[in-house]
């Protein structure tokens, strides 16, 4: 199996599974709600993201390594570091 192959099957979805009943739906990235209705391919839809990128040798699966974030804040973080949180925007 590849680096990447695990995140389709049973131990990511179990990891995904954990973020989303553990975590507040919040982007950590823009800091703003995320909408849980929308379809998983909308750019304001709810996404893992690692906060160690995978191929900077983050675990895919480590809960300590994953936050929530809408699918286009994900996308436009791609490998690089993490965000400076807004001021004031997060509600944790």
Same mark, same amino acid.
């Given at each position: @199996?590849?680096?990447? #192959?695990?995140?389709?099957?049973?131990?990511?979805?179990?990891?995904?599974?954990?973020?989303?009943?553990?975590?507040? %739906?919040?982007?950590?990235?823009?800091? +703003?709600?995320?909408? @849980?209705?929308?379809?998983?391919?909308?750019?304001?839809?709810?996404?893992?993201?690692?906060?160690?990128?995978?191929?900077?040798?983050?675990? %895919? +699966?480590?809960? #300590?390594?994953?936050?929530?974030?809408?699918?286009?804040?994900?996308?436009?973080?791609?490998?690089?570091?993490?965000?400076?949180? %807004?001021?004031?925007?997060?509600?944790?």
């Amino acid at each position: @199996m590849g680096k990447h #192959d695990g995140r389709s099957g049973r131990r990511w979805r179990r990891a995904v599974a954990q973020l989303k009943s553990e975590s507040l %739906p919040i982007c950590w990235i823009c800091g +703003y709600d995320i909408d @849980m209705t929308l379809p998983h391919l909308h750019p304001r839809a709810w996404t893992a993201e690692h906060i160690q990128p995978l191929s900077a040798g983050g675990d %895919p +699966y480590d809960p #300590d390594n994953l936050r929530p974030a809408h699918r286009g804040c994900n996308s436009r973080k791609g490998n690089g570091p993490p965000p400076i949180p %807004p001021r004031g925007s997060h509600r944790w």
